[in-house]
């Protein structure tokens, strides 16, 4: 792989560079937990370090259910079949789709076998903390605030042995034990199509693209400033679709390069020998008196979102929220480290950094930022060595491109 170094200074206030280094385990905008250190180490790792977020892979498979619940005051789902069967085997051809569509990025350890046949619940209020990955389309909750098309709610421990309802005793650290998708089911004006339908129900969004973004964060990601990204935290205008439709040639044609790098990131698949290449570098203020006075030890520039382009197709292939980096036994430190791993070898790449001050701010990115830390004010009794405070996000600095040596 060819090595890019590359200077960025800001317009007086940043200075960013890149060099290659073997991968570590920061890299993308994962949903991320704190281990609880307060526990004896064989629970909690024995450090303060942020983990990634995801559903475990092994131990016969990952479930979905889906409520078959459908709101009908207003009909919030259009499907081309109007029978009560068709409706529901349109909709679960949808959720099958989308499934397909994250199982078959090559690469990854998330295969179609990774996942148990889906199954069916008549119950409507099926989402909630009981251990179960479910999908409900006629579900009311708070977080329905306006705007809000659909969200997933995801429960992960920070201790191993963990249980939530019927969910088995976590393994892993940071083992995402619920994770629920909702559908917005009270707004007259909010309406969902699948493919079949979409074309005559301009007015609806696509059933397929929401789903999608949504088991993306089922499986952990947080979000994407990519705009070509399936992760990008807007949904596509009504009547259109997220990226391409998959096809039986492109099963994965909806993601962007950026989706199914962070795939391979989080789900890595131990025989994969082409995207094993990785960039890790730093962001540092040209002026140190533009960091932050509180709180103490921020170094670098906080939640840049950098990203890695292919020199040669054009493509976003990576990209990570930056800022901060942690060495067992934690806590992070705020030093302004990126890395972008999983991209593949024999290529070159172009590296920028820009700040979280566009259409993807950093509430869109609160699950991957927010729980960096944890110290005595908001964990009674925590260690002080292994505490820290998340920095305000740095939205104001710019950066130019000159020669790297």
Known sequence: MKKILKQIFACGVALFYSVWAAPAAQAYAFNMIVPDVRQPAAVSGGSACPVKARQLTSAGGIAIQWSTALNTNPVT?????????????????????????????????????????????ATQNACGSDGLNSICFDQADMAFTPGVVAFTRVIETDRLGIQVGSSSAATELGQILDADIYFNPSSSVMTYATPQALAATPTAYDLESVLTHELGHLLGFSHSAVWGAMMFPFAPAPGTISGMRPTTQQPDAPLGDDDRTGLRVLYPNPADTVHTGSIRGQIFPANPLALPASPPGVTGIFSSHVVAVDTVSGAAVGATIGGWSCAAPGPAQFDGTYEIDGLAVGHSYAVYAEALNGAADPSRFSNAIVPLCRNSTTDAGWPPLQGCVVPAVDLSFTTRTRPGP
């Open 77 to 121: 789902i259009v499907t081309q079949n109007q029978t009560a069967s068709g409706r529901l085997t349109e909709i679960e051809q949808v959720i099958t789709q989308s499934l397909a569509t994250w199982t078959a990025v090559n690469g990854t350890a998330l295969v179609p076998a990774t996942f148990k046949p889906l199954t069916r619940t």
